[in-house]
């Protein structure tokens, strides 16, 4: 009798089914006005900015390179912006980037394609994610690196750690299972809009959700963070995915969307330490199917 191969998750798009995604995703979308973005706070000096080029596809990414604060650096970490006009800059403040070079983290940030100084979206974000790992690779060779992703840069981060990275710790904040079940939660008007693009572009559909990729993340150690009142993400959903990638919990009590950090600001950050710690003392990364990863954990304030 012939075994049946282990599933994996979702394969990456055609290039016709990537452009009617794209297109579909970017009609739902909130609306973000291009923005000239500020140069990082003194308090975050010494940094540099500097392009990621694009691996196969046009323009290059925005990005700055915040250097640990150790001179013998342990690892360097990729920060991943939400759906936010300011890109990057969402970064300067909450206080990740000087815990995470102060722990002797290098951090590396970068505004998506159509945020910031980047070039406009040349196919799904996950792409440029994958362009960015390169980059902090480049910047890190030899050391261990991380992921932290907030939102929409969670989300896309998602499918290019399904594929498999380098990378060893990953940290997810705000996280939806699914970007068109996130628009029909918080406008009803839009939910019909999630039953014609699953009718009308069903490949599309299942690779944008999450739970198709999480159980197959290819991390040593991960966490997710939410917020137990998140009208968009409910707290079930952040939950799920937890269990998916074998990953630890934290659901922040009475918060929405982006307001966990606000709250718990020193728990959430000291949680990203944690995890990035516990993925450098694992052995092999967690592997599709066995279910491996951390033990489900939650967690409150």
């Known amino acids: 009798m012939i ?4 599933p994996g998750p979702p394969p990456r798009l055609s ?21 000239v ?28 390179w915040y250097p640990a604060a150790h001179s013998q650096p342990s690892g ?44 406009p979206p040349a196919g799904l974000w996950d792409r440029d994610v994958e362009d960015a790992l390169a980059a902090l690779a480049s910047r890190a060779p030899g050391l261990p690196l991380h992921l932290w992703g907030v939102s929409s840069g969670g989300y896309w981060s998602h499918m290019a750690l399904a594929r498999g990275t380098a990378v060893q710790g990953a940290m997810f904040e705000d996280v939806s299972p699914h ?3 996130w628009s029909g939660h918080t406008n009803p008007l839009l939910r019909p809009c999630n039953a014609l693009f699953r009718s009308l572009l069903p490949h599309p559909h299942a690779y944008l959700d999450l739970r198709r990729h999480a159980p197959f993340l290819a991390v040593r150690a991960a ?26 919990l934290r659901l922040v009590p009475g918060t929405g969307h982006l ?40 967690r409150d304030r």
């Open 3 to 6: 075994e049946e191969p282990a």
């Open 179 to 181: 970007l068109i079940e």
């Open 15 to 35: 290039p016709r089914q990537e452009r009617a995604a794209l297109f579909l995703l970017r009609a739902l979308a909130p609306r973000v006005p291009r923005r």
């Open 223 to 248: 966490a997710y963070v939410g917020g137990d009142q998140d009208r968009g993400i409910p707290a079930a959903d952040t939950r799920h995915l937890a269990e998916l990638a074998g990953a630890e």
């Open 76 to 119: 360097a970490v990729l920060l991943i912006h939400p759906w936010f006009e300011w890109g990057q800059a969402y970064f300067h403040r909450r206080g990740r980037i000087e815990a995470l070079r102060a722990a002797g983290y290098g951090v590396l940030t970068f505004d998506l394609g159509g945020f910031g100084a980047s070039a």
């Open 37 to 64: 973005l500020p140069d990082p706070p003194a308090a975050l000096a010494p940094f540099e900015r500097f392009a990621i080029p694009r691996r196969g596809r046009p323009g290059s990414l925005a990005a700055t």
């Open 259 to 298: 307001a966990a950090i606000k709250e718990d600001g020193e728990g959430i950050v000291a949680l990203g330490l944690r995890t990035f710690a516990r993925a450098e003392r694992q052995g092999q990364p967690t592997r599709p199917g066995n279910h491996g990863g951390l033990p489900l954990q939650h």
